[in-house]
């Protein structure tokens, strides 16, 4: 069975903030690049945008269109019978302010979730 992974609605938008001290205004604004998933397993996922939130209009045996995972272990032999799924989101902050630019690549934020895997199985076509 794919399991679909994403960020929640509205946290992969740019986000802007000015300051000002004695006249002189800077402004920052970091932009999500990718989504480093560490699936719990040994697997990762690299996803260069938010993913797909799963719903029911989707076929529950459909794979997500852009950022999805299939465990091949069930996790009862897990610390706690469950994986700890981490997610990484990488950031570039563009700044300007006194007639200056600049960038600050690679700000990482980090996320993590137990996720219990009950069982997987293998189907066999021919």
């Known amino acids: ?19 000002a001290v ?10 999500p690049q990718k989504a480093l998933w560490s699936m719990g397993e040994g697997g990762s996922v690299v996803c260069r945008g938010p ?5 029911d209009t989707y076929s529950p045996k459909a794979s997500s269109p852009d950022c999805g995972y ?7 032999s897990a610390p706690g019978k469950a994986y700890s799924v ?7 902050v563009e700044w300007q302010g006194a007639g200056q630019t600049g960038v600050v690549p690679g700000l990482v934020m980090t996320a993590e ?14």
Request: charged share 20%; glycine share 4%.
């Open 1 to 19: 069975m794919p399991t679909w992974i994403w960020v929640e609605d509205g946290t992969w938008e740019p986000v802007s903030v000015s300051a």
């Open 86 to 92: 981490s997610v990484q989101v990488t950031w570039d």
């Open 70 to 76: 299939t465990y091949r272990r069930a996790s009862l």
């Open 113 to 126: 979730q137990q996720l219990v895997v009950d069982e997987v199985q293998t189907v066999v076509t021919r």
């Open 51 to 55: 993913g797909t939130p799963y719903s």
């Open 22 to 31: 004695k006249g002189v205004k800077v402004t920052a604004t970091a932009r």
